[in-house]
């Protein structure tokens, strides 16, 4: 199988502070993931200011602040200079710089930094305006489906078309926008509903504890994996208690990589290279159960199969019943094909 597109979220996980988010980029680059993305966006632009939080947003904040989305926002925002910072940092330590653009002027900005895929979040995927300016730049895009019926990821996909994008420009990425999500909502077969439904490559956003559910999608043919992940789970801000641990990134990364070892044969079933050494030492031979002279005419009950297999094997049996001894044998000996006419 190709290999999995795994982006490292951090998201606004580096809480407006540039020594963080830098912190964040070595940890999704220690891990092995191939992207670390951030979020971009004015506050300004992206919610009113009477806009309430969402209640994980205010539960995972403990109180802090008002209970706006803009007052929460507005401390999360990165500046064009320092999204160049974080890019030149990304490029230093081997991973690729990713963010979201919630706008078009952000949209815009990611474009001029040289971006080279767009991701869609779950709450863009019915604004149609943002979805026809993001396909028109002619990028790669991942299409994030949280809170979205079938009917909805097929318009958004039919707009995204209509502005230029070929259908193999679009990976759509199933998700639930419950932070964190509750194993009965993951509903990870959505994921291949959308793949049936639509021919399109398609992907996973996890959203919660644990690494068991992207890993899972992988083996169900997730072709790009997002996940967020944290310096610390008790920092202050939204979304520190449902992402990962630096631990837990990195094994989620090599659980991945694992899984895509162990689903790149080419399905013939057969010994692999590494069992051979073993199958004569596993499997068994004919043995003699006690001595039996010559002359003995013999029956299944006169045959013992044991470890290692260098002679008979018990599947060949009905070869050997009704044969005679020509000479004596003793108890526990192996069978020789000599040993009968």
Known sequence: MSKTIIIAEAGVNHNGDMALAKQLINVAA??????????????????????????????????????TQYSMLKKLELSEEDHYELQQHADQKGIK????????????????????????PSGEITNKPYLKHVARKGK???????MASLKEVEEAMDVLEEAGLQRDQITVVHCNTEYPTPMA???????LTIRD????????????????????????????????????????????KASLGPAELKAMVQAIRNIELALSGDGRKRPSPSE??????????????EAYPA????????FIAKRPATGFSPMRIDDLLGKTLKRE????????HTDFS
């Open 295 to 302: 002359g003995t005419v013999l029956e299944e009950s006169h």
């Open 140 to 146: 790669p895009v991942v299409l994030s489906t949280g």
């Open 329 to 336: 044998v003793k108890e526990g000996e192996l069978v020789e």
């Open 197 to 240: 439904a639509f021919k399109v490559k398609v992907g996973y956003s996890d959203h919660t504890l644990g690494i068991e559910v992207p890993i899972a999608a992988v083996t169900l043919g997730a072709t790009v994996i997002e996940k967020h992940f944290t310096l610390d789970h008790d920092l202050p801000g939204p979304d520190h």
């Open 276 to 289: 051979l050494q073993n199958k004569p030492l596993v499997r068994k031979s004919l043995y003699y159960k």
């Open 30 to 67: 220690d891990a092995g993931a191939d992207y670390v993305k951030f979020q971009t966006f004015k506050a300004d632009k992206l919610v009113s200011k009477a806009a309430k939080q969402a209640a994980y947003q205010v539960k995972n904040q403990s109180g802090q602040g008002d209970d």
């Open 185 to 191: 909502d993951v509903n990870l077969k959505a994921m």
């Open 97 to 120: 710089f990713l963010s979201t653009g919630f706008d078009h002027d952000s949209i815009d900005f990611l474009d001029k930094l040289g971006l080279n895929l767009f991701k869609i």
